[in-house]
């Protein structure tokens, strides 16, 4: 706090797939209504029962690469053969508003969010067991593409490898346990700052 004025905080989960981060983001939405959720714009197909606008902005390969070239996302990658952007405008908006915000990225997009915004508060993610993350990535889509499913699994090494340039480390073994020690975290991080 400064001048006993709060300041917003930059919240940032990552992790491997299937770890439930947004599962976290929405329970954190839903208790705290001050917060505001940073939507990703992506390339890939949405799942069923996403919406666009929601879970991500759904992008046309052209559209995505335009917004890339005008500097319209902060951070930007290609991840499992599909592009993923944060929105640069709407995040600094709410920010200088004095929210706080929270992004769900990937652990690439969240070195260069912690580069640009060295106030953010980092979060890493993951599974209880490698079986557990097989399990909830299937649960989401029975019909998971068995090649992309292994990709995804083999890609958990090199994220667990890079937790520890994390603020901390959650494991999501149940999402209110995962929720109530995340909002210990920002309140932590509110004071120190």
């Known amino acids: 706090m400064t001048d006993g004025v709060s300041k917003s905080v930059l919240l940032v989960l990552a992790g491997t797939s299937g770890a439930g ?9 839903d208790r705290n209504p001050k917060l505001w959720l940073s939507v990703s714009a992506t390339t890939r197909s949405p799942r069923v029962g ?9 992008l046309g390969p052209e559209e995505f690469s335009d917004l890339e ?6 951070e930007s990658f290609v991840v499992f053969g599909k592009k993923y952007g944060t929105p640069r405008p709407a995040l600094d908006a709410n920010r200088a508003q004095g929210s706080d915000v929270v992004l769900e990225i990937d652990v690439q997009g969240a070195a ?7 106030d953010a508060l980092l979060v890493f993610v993951r599974t209880p067991s490698s079986e557990a993350q097989r399990e909830r ?9 068995p090649e992309l499913l292994e990709a995804r699994l083999a890609a958990a090494a090199g994220e667990e490898a890079a937790s520890a340039n994390f603020d901390a480390v959650v494991t999501n073994e149940t999402l209110s346990q995962s929720v109530a020690e995340i909002e210990h975290l920002i309140a932590a991080h509110r004071e120190a700052e």
């Open 21 to 29: 981060k947004g599962s976290i983001a929405r329970q954190l939405l």
């Open 50 to 58: 996403e919406r666009n606008g929601v879970e991500y902005w759904f």
């Open 69 to 74: 070239a005008n500097g319209g996302f902060i």
């Open 112 to 118: 260069k969010i912690k580069s640009l915004y060295p």
């Open 137 to 145: 990535l299937l649960a989401r889509d029975p019909q998971f593409d």
